[in-house]
């Protein structure tokens, strides 16, 4: 990007953007090209014109980024079911209907087709649509399928938005020879419409009459919102208005996003991306506008609005879809931080939004899971700096205290010890940088000890003489709590070495289902969190609820559970006091499946569950835990199963190599030839462990240093992630296959061989 003005920039990622959402990209040599014709979503088009613009000069034109395979985009239909908008008390003058549109349309048609006067035809339908849009009161009495529109005496009518999709697709479709001076006379009028409605906002304190409320959803809704070169003109002064809407357009805006279809709300979610990609990435200094510019507001408060409608949907949008990778990446945390503690409150807020005050953390469903990985370290940095300073105050005065928190084990009584010594710290003392160290083992701990702790903890608490973890039945990948274990302070201690793991950015291995992190954020657990470790009693409950027929007489059952205890004996639960009598029947069956789900999940193992959970809160009970949902928690917890090596490699850094040195190279390509089982072996050898970190490999800060000593087997510093890899192709710069083949045999026995337990590194 260094090659071309900011402007340049500017001007060719618009350009890209418009030909990538219309299929009129050309710019590729590649007559194969997957980008040539294809219409892209606005998000997936912004994203993509930003990586073309991102190559020098002219190299988009044939590149591995314009050229790789991709799915077809998606159709978006207009709303199928749009919601009520308010009335008009009657046709403004130059209201237009869309009966009288298509008129026009045909007569243009006919014109094209049969030799007419195509400018007059023209002429006649750049008048109608531009004096259409002209104002508030002329828009809102404009595309009813009535001729003239029909007003509604109930304050809001029953005309929906489908008609004014329709007028849109009609325009957009309109002949050739018309279309362009129509498109541009609505653009102008909506550019013009837009700047009078922030006017009338700004005059009325955001209170908008019911037309000027239905003119701001039309716009919503125009196709012309997704074209950068209208963004300043019609988005900017749109965005102003729906951002700060008051009663009644903010009432009309709930029920536009409660009611609109998936579709429609996920193309004008990915506008409203694409806006904010597009304006931070013209940006010279991303981070300042990001902490200023109040469009930038505007558009995460429109999102916002779509967000809090979308958790209300009976089937919501994937919570990923609202994830902003650019705007996340480019955030000054520690600003950002500072600004959200000062607010006090993670609620949206559009009032505080306005100010100075303003914090992108309010809206974490923006935010990757790993940049709110990101605020979570800061957030945990500031406190661990605090208890040093606070240790090193005390230590002036005459008092002893350690800035760290130290743990000290023997391999033999590990759990004992932890136990032990965790009890005797209180809350501020956990919060503390851990420092393990074992009995009788030299080392000094930069982060390898603690990893390996962490690592026997979870290892020996989970093992099945332990009793405290059942290995799921239907689902042996996962454990869940043996609900007769009575061993309360060892669930307890579970539960804060997980929290204390987060505090130290350490990841687990535990193989929990995702329902425990659902509970540990205080979610209500449904019938579908079963069907993860419970697949069978989940299919059997789903089709209990769905079954066409007499339910008492053919399942013949109660108000009991039958399962199995922990030495395989057969047991029963009453599902409710008196439930061995109370019959199972069409009328009750979902009152039963709630409280199988409930019983499972919560009620059976309750004791072991809260003391669990009590030593996870001991730390893990910040405002910025809060960001995180459940999924993104147990990626904090556990990493990312999910290896993406070629991620590594680009992201990995060389101390005595380079990226280019032969060594390096038949490294990676040791390792890319290597089965998922060695490349986990291989992580797990050079790290502590064999999962990604939140965000994935290209997050991990991998470091590879060359060793001369070509007699020497490869070795890890786990505390720093660092490989020590020896040069063998110096010592035999004539024979590179017997270098490579003497790589791989020192890599293959190191990753097989490896032991616990740290020397002096």
């Excluded at 993509?48 to 020098?56: D, E, G, I, K, V």
């Excluded at 002036?396 to 130290?406: C, H, I, W």
Aim: net charge negative.
């Amino acid at each position: 990007m260094a090659d071309r003005t900011r402007q340049e920039l500017s001007n060719l990622i618009s350009r890209l953007f418009q030909t990538l959402t219309t299929g009129q990209f050309t710019d590729c040599v590649n007559a194969d090209c997957p980008l040539r014709g294809a219409r892209l979503a606005a998000n997936e088009a912004a994203s993509t014109a930003l990586l073309l613009a991102s190559q020098p000069p002219s190299a988009h034109l044939a590149c591995a980024v314009c050229c790789r395979p991709r799915p077809a985009p998606p159709t978006v239909p207009p709303p199928a079911a749009s919601p009520t908008v308010p009335s008009v008390a009657a046709p403004a003058a130059g209201s237009l209907s869309l009966p009288r549109l298509r008129s026009l349309l045909d007569d243009a048609a006919a014109a094209v087709a049969g030799g007419g006067d195509v400018d007059e035809a023209r002429r006649s339908v750049v008048r109608a649509v531009g004096t259409a849009c002209s104002s508030p009161d002329a828009a809102a009495g404009s595309f009813a399928d009535s001729d003239p529109p029909t007003p509604s005496s109930e304050g809001v009518d029953d005309m929906q938005l489908t008609g004014v999709c329709t007028a849109y697709r009609l325009l957009l479709d309109a002949p050739e020879a018309v279309r362009d001076a129509v498109l541009n006379a609505l653009a102008t009028a909506q550019c013009n419409l837009a700047k009078q409605l922030k006017a009338a906002a700004a005059r009325s304190i955001n209170r908008l009459r019911p037309p000027e409320c239905r003119a701001a959803l039309m716009l919503l809704v125009s196709p012309l919102v997704d074209q950068p070169g209208l963004h300043d003109e019609l988005v900017v002064p749109l965005l102003a208005v729906l951002a700060h809407a008051a009663a009644p357009l903010a009432a009309d805006l709930e029920r536009f996003w409660r009611t609109l279809d998936t579709d429609s709300t996920v193309r004008l979610l990915h506008a409203h991306q694409a806006f904010v990609t597009l304006r931070v990435a013209a940006s010279e200094r991303p981070k300042l506008l990001l902490r200023h510019d109040q469009p930038v507001r505007d558009a995460v408060l429109v999102m916002a609005q779509m967000h809090a409608a979308n958790v209300r949907r009976s089937e919501p949008i994937s919570y990923a879809e609202f994830y902003h990778d650019l705007l996340s990446s480019e955030l000054d945390l520690v600003d950002e931080f500072s600004a959200w503690k000062n607010l006090g409150m993670m609620q949206h807020s559009a009032a505080a939004a306005a100010g100075s005050n303003f914090s992108y953390l309010r809206f974490p469903w923006i935010l990757t899971p790993f940049v709110k990985s990101r605020v979570l370290l800061v957030e945990n940095v500031i406190q661990q700096r605090t208890e040093r300073q606070g240790a090193m105050q005390n230590f002036m005065f005459g008092l002893v205290d350690s800035p760290y928190l130290v743990i000290r084990v023997s391999r033999e009584t590990l759990i004992q010890d932890s136990l032990d010594q965790l009890m005797r710290y209180d809350r501020a003392d956990l919060k503390k940088e851990l420092k393990v160290h074992f009995e009788h083992e030299e080392a000094v701990d930069e982060g390898g000890p603690q990893k390996e702790w962490f690592q026997l903890i979870v290892k020996e608490l989970f093992q099945p003489d332990y009793g405290m973890f059942t290995v799921c039945s239907e689902a042996p990948g996962f454990y869940w709590f043996e609900p007769s274990s009575p061993d309360l302070l060892q669930f307890h201690l579970i539960g804060t070495v997980t929290s204390i793991a987060i505090y130290n950015g350490v990841i687990l291995d535990v193989h929990f289902p995702a329902v425990l992190y659902k509970r540990l954020l205080g979610v209500p657990v449904e019938l579908d969190d079963l069907r993860q470790a419970w697949p069978a009693t989940h299919h059997g409950l789903h089709q209990l609820l769905a079954f066409d027929g007499d339910v008492e007489q053919v399942y013949a059952a109660t108000f009991e559970y039958n399962y199995s205890g922990a030495f395989g004996e057969q047991l029963r639960h009453e599902l409710k006091p008196g439930g061995a009598a109370v019959p199972l029947t069409n009328a009750n069956r979902r009152e039963y499946v709630d409280l199988v789900v409930n019983w499972l999940l919560v009620s059976s193992v309750q004791r072991q569950f809260d003391e669990f959970a009590r030593g996870f809160h001991s730390l893990c009970d910040s405002p910025a835990f809060q960001m995180f949902r459940a999924g993104e928690l147990e990626l904090l917890i556990c990493g990312s199963a999910t290896l993406d090596f070629e991620a590594l490699q680009r992201a990995t850094k060389y101390e005595g190599y380079d990226a280019s040195d032969q060594c390096v190279q038949a490294f990676w390509r040791i390792v890319h030839s290597f089965s998922d089982q060695h490349k986990k072996l291989l992580l797990q050898f050079i790290t502590g462990s064999d999962r990604a970190p939140i965000g994935g490999l290209s997050n991990l800060s991998l470091h590879i240093h060359r060793s001369a000593d070509a007699a020497a087997l490869p070795t890890a510093h786990t505390c720093f992630n660092a490989l020590v890899l020896p040069d063998y192709f110096a010592d035999s710069p004539d024979d590179t296959t017997k270098a490579e083949s003497k790589l791989k045999r020192g890599l293959e026995f190191c990753i097989q061989n490896a032991s616990t337990g740290f020397g002096m590194l």
